[in-house]
């Protein structure tokens, strides 16, 4: 080999050297990217996992108060408005629960207080970044937060208020009339045509709350 040849090698190889060492920075940076995006998934993921548990328990929680509640249209008349803010039990430690299952922590919820039935949680992830190649990052844990609204599938049409004229008096001679059996306080009438007469005396006819009210992920 020339002395040229050599001399040129020696100049090309700090240049191939500096190339492959960029290549290999430029892929951790990727990478370091990458897994910062993954982490961010992650919790959002568990944001709306715990955020949906603590509205979904929010709504099953309403069930008793239904159904000690069914001669009382003033109450039916209240939780099927848009303004009805849920029941006074708080759920969060749902949200706390569903967190943890999906390795996240650090979390704080609350119903909200917009006018909206619902839950917003805030946590982030238990796992930190691995790699500092982009500085401050190693260690760092992605946050996240969710928000989740009950809604009512239905609305509730109040029973027409009896008629207000007198019956006619029984004569001597006719046998007392039965037991006046309770009346129904209204329909409950839904979106996909569940419609229910609200029974104080059979309660096997009730629906479920996840037929009365849905739950969904918000903005916040």
């Given at each position: 080999?020339?002395?040229?040849?050599?001399?040129?090698?020696?100049?090309?190889?700090?240049?191939?050297?500096?190339?492959?060492?960029?290549l290999l920075f430029a892929a951790l940076v990727l990478f370091a990217f990458g897994e910062a995006d993954i982490q961010r998934n992650g919790a959002q993921s568990a944001a709306d996992a715990a955020v949906l548990a603590a509205a979904k328990?929010?709504?099953?929680?309403?069930?008793?108060?239904?159904?000690?509640?069914?001669?009382?249209?003033?109450?039916?008349?209240?939780?099927?408005?848009?303004?009805?803010?849920?029941?006074?039990?708080?759920?969060?430690?749902?949200?706390?629960?569903?967190?943890?299952?999906?390795?996240?922590?650090?979390?704080?919820?609350?119903?909200?207080?917009?006018?909206?039935?619902?839950?917003?949680?805030?946590?982030?992830?238990?796992?930190?970044?691995?790699?500092?190649?982009?500085?401050?990052?190693?260690?760092?844990?992605?946050?996240?937060?969710?928000?989740?609204?009950?809604?009512?599938?239905?609305?509730?049409?109040?029973?027409?208020?009896?008629?207000?004229?007198?019956?006619?008096?029984?004569?001597?001679?006719?046998?007392?009339?039965?037991?006046?059996?309770?009346?129904?306080?209204?329909?409950?009438?839904?979106?996909?045509?569940?419609?229910?007469?609200?029974?104080?005396?059979?309660?096997?006819?009730?629906?479920?709350?996840?037929?009365?009210?849905?739950?969904?992920?918000?903005?916040?």
């Amino acid at each position: 080999m020339s002395s040229d040849a050599r001399r040129e090698l020696g100049q090309a190889a700090p240049l191939y050297i500096a190339a492959v060492v960029g290549l290999l920075f430029a892929a951790l940076v990727l990478f370091a990217f990458g897994e910062a995006d993954i982490q961010r998934n992650g919790a959002q993921s568990a944001a709306d996992a715990a955020v949906l548990a603590a509205a979904k328990e929010s709504r099953s929680l309403l069930e008793p108060e239904l159904k000690a509640h069914l001669d009382d249209p003033d109450f039916f008349t209240s939780v099927f408005s848009p303004s009805f803010l849920g029941g006074p039990d708080n759920s969060c430690w749902k949200a706390s629960t569903f967190a943890a299952r999906n390795k996240a922590s650090a979390v704080r919820c609350r119903p909200l207080a917009d006018g909206r039935w619902g839950y917003e949680v805030r946590l982030q992830s238990d796992k930190g970044m691995s790699t500092d190649i982009v500085p401050g990052t190693e260690g760092k844990k992605a946050e996240a937060v969710s928000v989740a609204v009950v809604e009512p599938r239905c609305t509730f049409v109040p029973a027409e208020p009896p008629d207000p004229s007198p019956s006619p008096s029984p004569s001597p001679s006719s046998a007392p009339d039965p037991e006046p059996t309770a009346s129904s306080i209204g329909r409950i009438r839904c979106t996909g045509g569940l419609d229910w007469e609200v029974d104080p005396d059979d309660l096997t006819l009730m629906p479920e709350a996840a037929d009365l009210f849905s739950v969904r992920l918000a903005e916040d």
